[in-house]
Every structure is written in structure tokens, then in C-alpha cells.
């Protein structure tokens, strides 16, 4: 159960932190052609400002995945770095509690935005505002997925790179 819960969060991590690096590329983008846009044609673009927002709140859901993985998100430095044998165990099965309490709370609470919202477009696109807030539950569940990993191999990059 162990190995397939890791492969499927390897795959998982990886394609988060890809799409999160594409995301993160189209803003950027977006950011440029409105900057272009106002500034060269006089003409300033009106989708463009939205269009990012809602691609922000996917990156920031599909990268805060990659950092749970990692160790990086939510944890105790001090506990964990003075921590040893069975107070370290317990350490760990707090975040791990923690975290899995506080995803399933925003899943919960994702799920009922994303429903409350399908009637609702976009001020500028004819597109449903319940397609930008699906990344609250999606990035939700994938950190549960997440969590769960780390808890079962965890890997502390911040504190092997922290001073």
C-alpha cells in the first residue's frame, strides 16, 4: 500500500509542479501583453487582469502540493530539529493530523464555493466562475494525497538547507 501511495504522489507531485511552472510561465506572460496592451496600443487589454487572478489561486493550490511533499509547508522546525526517537514520532503524527484536518476542512468548504458559484461568469469571459475556485477542493484533495506521503516517506529539504 506504501509503494503505490508513493508512485501515484510522485506522479502526482511532479505534474503539480509542472502545470504550477506552466501557470506561473502564462501569468507572466499575461502580465506582458497587458503591460503591452495600455501601454504601446492605448488599448488596455480587459481580460488579462482576471484571467491571471484565477490563474494564481490555481498555482498557488497546485504548488503548495509540492512543498507539502516536500516538507516545506506546514511544520515544526524547532520540534523537529531537537526531536528525537518516540517525541519525534509524535511530532510528526501532529503535522500529519494537522495538516489532514485543515485540507479536509478546505475540501469540505471548496467543494460547497465551487458548487454556490456554477452560476456565476467571469466579469469579462463567458466562462463559469466555478472552473477558477475547482482549485481549492482539487488542491485540496492532492495535499491530503500529499500529507498522507510525506507522513509515510517525509522529506525535510528545508531543514537540511535552513541554517
Known amino acids: 500500500m ?3 501511495l508513493l508512485a501515484i504522489d510522485r506522479h502526482i507531485t511532479g505534474w503539480c509542479l509542472s502545470v504550477a511552472c506552466l501557470i506561473l510561465a502564462v501569468i507572466s ?3 506582458m501583453w497587458q503591460v503591452i496592451t495600455r501601454f504601446i496600443f492605448s488599448q ?3 481580460w488579462t487582469e482576471e484571467v491571471m487572478r484565477r490563474l494564481l489561486i490555481w498555482m498557488v493550490m497546485l504548488g503548495t502540493v509540492v512543498a507539502l511533499r516536500q516538507g516545506a ?12 526517537g518516540a517525541w519525534r514520532t509524535a511530532v510528526r503524527w501532529v503535522i500529519t493530523a ?5 485540507f479536509s476542512v478546505v475540501l469540505w468548504f471548496g467543494v460547497d464555493l465551487v458548487w454556490r458559484v456554477r452560476f456565476q461568469t467571469f466579469a469579462s ?8 475556485y ?21 522529506h525535510y529539504d528545508e531543514l537540511t538547507t535552513g541554517l
Open 98 to 102: 494537522v495538516n489532514l484536518a485543515f
Open 29 to 31: 506572460c499575461l502580465g
Open 73 to 84: 509547508l506546514v511544520s515544526v522546525d524547532l520540534m523537529l530539529r531537537t526531536s528525537r
Open 134 to 154: 475547482a482549485a481549492i477542493p482539487v488542491g485540496a484533495l492532492l495535499a491530503l494525497l500529499a500529507s498522507l506521503a510525506h507522513h509515510a516517506d517525509p
Open 125 to 132: 469571459l463567458d466562462l463559469s466562475m466555478s472552473w477558477a
Open 44 to 46: 488596455p487589454s480587459v
Open 2 to 4: 506504501k509503494i503505490l
